[in-house]
């Protein structure tokens, strides 16, 4: 029988500092999330469940490395964690899986289903792919091996789910133990009587294989760029996989990355699809025709994508298309903003889609639930000048758009201005420091991934526009 991993999301050692995780009124998400998988263990020790507890001491890397150790492709791993947030008026469970994988959202969708069976109470985020996080990705899900699946169990920001996860965590755990037992073996004991949460029905998946099975892995179609590819892709453990001459052939030079999930079949090596995203190759898959579809980066020069001192692609109508997708409130009061990034970045010879992108990471896609208000006119979290200063103010939209064009300017190179100067910190940029984006992290903000997440929204730009 397949076996289980379960590991808690934080309390191990990062950078040789123990990761305390959230810590809201009181609250250590560390604390909670050990105690809750220390619950999950006794049930499914009681069940007679064949599972694995990854030990507390290490870090998310080590973690990973442990589970891939002992574990196999037909193996179900868990991480558990909780969320924090600006808005404490958001709440609920969510389980990610990784991106274009039917079978890893089918696991998702029964792990927070069966939760909710328990606690029917809890808000329901749903089974989303990592994709949609914040760093546009989850090491969790994309490199461990056995099928991996991570749930945020709740908001700690939020006062109605902090008193459940601290009233009810033994219900958690029973939730997540019916998930397991029915993801393991195909049954679940019933939960107690009380208004269940119907479970999210499914599409059929065909079987697939694991290494080592007898059986062969199902063939797929590859289509690059429109055209089908002479050689056929495979489908393993739900992932879509492609030949490494197909690769090649892209000239990514991935034939040394260590992230790319690879197996070997038949005499013919294969890398899992998926991850070809994070090298700007869209992925995507067609069921009725059984067809991966990669389409590589259009309309932009060799190493663009990433460079600050470049032009943007996209049109204003493909920039209000993506705004209202992610809010769509946003265009009532931002009409114009559009076009005025397009404006203010072309004159400064800023890329305009680099700098969109990051007003929708700074504005959380202008719903402002951080400390910058929407009258501030401040799209890019700049902060003002002199002692207690607060965040900047601008009179107008066109302003702050300038504001933020100019900033990154000091950022990206040392030419001079063209508009006059409106940005309150632009003599304080050690000019030219940072000509890309990852090289934004830890300055203009703290967080080490703060480059990441903006390309993870800029990619989602040009995916939407059909540009990659």
Known sequence: MAQIFISAGHGGLENGRRDPGFIVAGLVEADILIQIRDLLAEQLRERKLPFQSVPDNLSQAQSIAWINARGNREDIALEIHLDSFANTMARGITAYYIVNNAERRRQAETLVTKVLQRIPTLPDRGAQPDTNTALGQLDFCRQTVPGAVLVELGFLTNAEDRTLIQNRRRDYALGLADGLQTLLVGTSPSPAPQNPTPQTPTTPQAPTSTPGATQPYPEITISLNGRIYGERGVIASGNAYLPVDLVDQLKLGLSQSSNIRRITYRGITYMRAVDLREFNIAVSWDATTRTLSLRSLTGLCPGQFDQINSSGVTTEVQLKLFL????????????????????????????????????????????????????????????????????????????GVRAHIQHLKAYANTAPLVQELVDPRFGFVTRGIAPLVDQLSGRWAADPNYGTRIKAVLRQLYESAGIL
């Not at 997708?325 to 010879?349: F, H, M, T, V």
């Not at 896609?365 to 902060?383: H, R």
């Not at 002692?387 to 107008?396: C, K, R």
């Open 324 to 399: 209202k997708n992610s809010n769509d409130k946003a265009l009532g009061r931002y009409d114009e903003l559009p076009k005025l990034y397009r404006q203010e970045a072309s004159i400064e010879g800023i890329n305009y889609d680099i700098a969109f992108a990051q007003m929708c990471v700074e504005t959380g896609f202008l719903k402002f639930e951080g400390d910058v208000k929407p009258e501030q006119n401040n799209f890019a979290g700049l902060g003002g000048v002199g002692s207690g200063a607060q965040t900047a103010s601008f009179e107008t939209q066109t302003l």
